[in-house]
């Protein structure tokens, strides 16, 4: 059974950077059938898709947060991860990493993580 | 970017109805669309991709419709544990972008 489990800091300060680790489990990033995304709930809200990269190293970003987001991948690892840069109270969310079910069309998101909180505070 | 607009926000219905969510998107999205549960505290679950195929593993009592621009979710039975919160997402083109989520609850 595939499992994603989101691990790093719950607390960032303003103006820093937030790093995430997607560590997969139960299956392989880089099976060419997937793509690997991150995805945002700020709390009360609704779900924001940050980005998503595939095993070859493409990415695709949300412009809204492209000047600051980084997403890559460590085969080695079997994990993912994702850098946002100056960050700011409205960065406060529930951020959830997830599989893209792509297999040759546009991917969805069948498998997620729990998700994770993090809150930017000084 | 393509708007996701569902309806209605809040929907509060009893164990036994049927009960449909609308979403409708500011462009055609062809079949792209992901219909999924959140509960509390935990993350969404997909019901239903490319608009009408149901995920593996999900009651027959969810089905999908639709194409283009309007898309429907219908629970045919509602059953308690079918209390949560229901997302519409396109993934027909980047930015994807979800709906701002149907609160269903217990009338």
């Known amino acids: 059974q595939l499992q994603l489990q989101e691990s790093g800091p719950g607390l960032v300060k303003p103006s820093e950077t937030l790093s995430l680790t997607c560590t997969v489990s139960g299956g392989s990033i880089s099976n060419r059938s997937y793509y690997w995304g991150w995805i945002r709930q700020p709390p009360e809200k609704g779900l924001e898709w940050i980005g998503s990269i595939h095993y070859t190293g493409s990415t695709y970003y949300n412009p809204s947060l492209k000047s600051r987001v980084t997403i890559s991948g460590d085969t080695s690892k079997n994990q993912f991860s994702l850098k946002l840069t100056s960050v700011t109270a409205a960065d406060t969310a529930v951020y959830y990493c997830a599989r893209g079910n792509y297999g040759g069309n546009p991917h969805y998101f069948d498998y997620w993580g729990q998700g994770t909180l993090v809150t930017v505070s000084s | 970017d393509i708007q996701m607009t569902q309806s209605p926000s809040t929907l509060s219905a009893s164990v036994g109805d049927r009960v449909t969510i609308t979403c409708r998107a500011s462009q055609s999205i062809n079949t792209w669309l992901a219909w999924s549960q959140q509960k509390p505290g935990k993350a969404p679950n997909v019901l239903i991709y490319?608009?009408?195929t149901l995920e593996s593993g999900v009651p027959s009592r969810f089905s999908g419709s639709g194409s283009g621009t309007e898309f429907t979710l219908t629970i045919s039975s509602l059953q308690p544990d079918d209390f949560a919160t229901y997302h519409c997402q396109q993934y027909n083109s980047y930015p994807y972008t979800f709906g701002q989520g149907t609160k269903l609850e217990i009338k």
């Open positions: 490319k608009a009408s």
